[in-house]
């Protein structure tokens, strides 16, 4: 079993239908992270949950709404996208605190908007 | 400008050298990793430096840190196909990362 694992790993979705992605890691980390990456375009922070604090970068749209039920759980929920919102979303977990701080990433969910 | 720049592109030929930089912004990390992402998959972390250090060898896999000018390479000797990939360096205190580079390896 991987460490961090995302599903579903491909989404095709409507302008108007709502979805959600998951998250879970199986680290024991205490912090978790979701990541876009589009083509041609740096990967991007969108939010971070650690512990119980949720951090987010102001410019990823409120399309995009995360939930982070407990430290091993992560869910993105999508409503409202826009065609230009797909990308892989990488979700990734950390045990923050201490000197160090590697990131673990799951495979990522393959999202198509249409 | 971004938190982190690396070029985009290298190409090389099987055997020889990679040299793949990066200069980042972010001077507070303790730590700053290079990953690794083959294509239709999540990042791998591949090797990583500690902020005090120089350099860092692990079998292929050369790290240089020059903290002065925020600058980090990693060179991958003997560089072989299964080396293609997109690479990515990164910092431990605030998990940012650039583009990457992709890495072509042809024969």
């Known amino acids: 079993e991987t460490g961090v694992t995302q599903t579903p790993r491909h989404l095709v979705m409507g302008m108007t239908n709502k979805k959600s992605l998951k998250c879970e890691q199986h680290l024991g980390h205490n912090a978790m992270y979701w990541y876009k990456q589009s083509a041609k375009k740096p990967l991007e922070l969108m939010f971070v949950y650690s512990l119980e604090e949720r951090v987010e970068n102001n410019s990823v749209p409120s399309r995009f709404s995360p939930e982070c039920p407990n430290s091993s759980h992560l869910f993105l929920h999508l409503h409202t996208l826009q065609p230009e919102d797909s990308a892989l979303y990488l979700c990734?977990?950390?045990?923050?605190?201490?000197?160090?701080?590697?990131?673990?990433f799951g495979e990522g969910s393959w999202l198509t908007v249409v | 400008g971004e938190d982190v720049e690396q070029s985009l592109f290298l190409s090389v030929r099987e055997g020889d050298s990679s040299v793949i930089n990066c200069t980042y912004t972010?001077?507070?990390?303790?730590?700053l990793y290079w990953y690794k992402q083959e294509p239709g998959a999540g990042l791998q972390l591949l090797t990583y430096i500690f902020s005090n250090m120089d350099m860092k060898q692990d079998q292929r896999l050369t790290v240089l840190l020059n903290k002065k000018d925020k600058h980090l390479s990693l060179r991958i000797a003997d560089t072989q196909t299964g080396d293609s990939a997109i690479y990515f360096c990164?910092?431990?205190?605030?998990?940012?990362f650039g583009r990457g580079t992709s890495l072509i390896v042809h024969p």
């Open positions: 990734a977990s950390s045990q923050r605190g201490g000197s160090g701080n590697t990131i673990y």
């Open positions: 972010d001077s507070s990390s303790t730590y």
């Open positions: 990164g910092g431990s205190y605030i998990p940012t």
